[in-house]
């Protein structure tokens, strides 16, 4: 099995119910064990011209799972779970109603047309790093260090969501849902 880190992000609809199905879904997928999950945080929209405070707010999470998936096989599922949602990709880095990105396989370096590992943006984010830290306080970003020290470097501008986590990794996964 493979350790794998996924960030979870919504800034459209019903954002917080989105994210904990998706973790639910996420831990339901054949070959997937859930490990940890992060709180929920709230952050400023990302687009390609930067933050942009014009639109809607993002819900961000991470969860870590163990698999005996190949990556292409759990970013197909993820795919599905995002398409189950109603994802739409019409905009680069636009608005959405899910976006599930993997951000590490254990220490594996993966580049294709369609996955990149360790995601390549993941150490400039506080939305992926402070979830992170906050699911896995040990978590190590290969390539870039530890997760709590590049959080440091960046600045955590997100704003802590009060919620319960995603999921309780000691829960069977037919009872991973909040």
């Given at each position: 099995?493979?350790r794998?880190?996924?960030?979870l992000g919504a800034n459209l609809?019903?954002?917080?119910?989105?994210?904990r199905?998706?973790?639910?879904?996420i831990a339901?997928l054949?070959?997937?064990r859930p490990?940890?999950?992060?709180s929920?945080?709230?952050s400023?929209?990302?687009?390609?011209?930067g933050?942009d405070?014009?639109?809607?707010?993002?819900?961000?999470a991470?969860v870590?799972?163990?698999?005996?998936?190949?990556?292409?096989?759990l970013?197909?599922?993820?795919?599905?779970i995002?398409?189950?949602?109603?994802?739409t990709?019409?905009?680069r880095?636009?608005?959405?109603t899910?976006?599930l990105?993997?951000?590490?396989?254990d220490?594996e370096?993966?580049?294709?047309?369609?996955?990149?590992?360790?995601?390549?943006?993941?150490?400039?984010r506080?939305?992926?790093?402070?979830?992170?830290?906050?699911?896995?306080?040990?978590?190590v970003?290969?390539?870039?260090g530890?997760?709590?020290?590049?959080?440091?470097?960046v600045?955590?501008?997100?704003?802590r969501v009060?919620?319960p986590?995603?999921?309780d990794?000691?829960?069977?996964?037919?009872?991973?849902?909040s």
């Amino acid at each position: 099995m493979t350790r794998a880190v996924i960030a979870l992000g919504a800034n459209l609809g019903d954002r917080g119910s989105t994210l904990r199905a998706a973790a639910a879904a996420i831990a339901a997928l054949p070959g997937v064990r859930p490990v940890a999950s992060s709180s929920e945080v709230e952050s400023v929209a990302v687009t390609l011209d930067g933050p942009d405070t014009t639109r809607p707010r993002y819900r961000n999470a991470v969860v870590v799972v163990d698999t005996d998936l190949a990556p292409d096989e759990l970013l197909d599922g993820l795919h599905g779970i995002e398409d189950e949602h109603g994802r739409t990709r019409d905009v680069r880095w636009g608005d959405r109603t899910l976006d599930l990105d993997v951000i590490a396989i254990d220490d594996e370096r993966i580049d294709t047309a369609t996955l990149t590992v360790p995601h390549p943006r993941a150490h400039e984010r506080a939305f992926v790093l402070a979830p992170w830290a906050d699911a896995d306080p040990d978590a190590v970003l290969p390539g870039h260090g530890p997760v709590a020290s590049l959080l440091a470097a960046v600045g955590d501008d997100t704003e802590r969501v009060d919620e319960p986590r995603l999921f309780d990794a000691t829960a069977p996964a037919a009872e991973v849902v909040s």
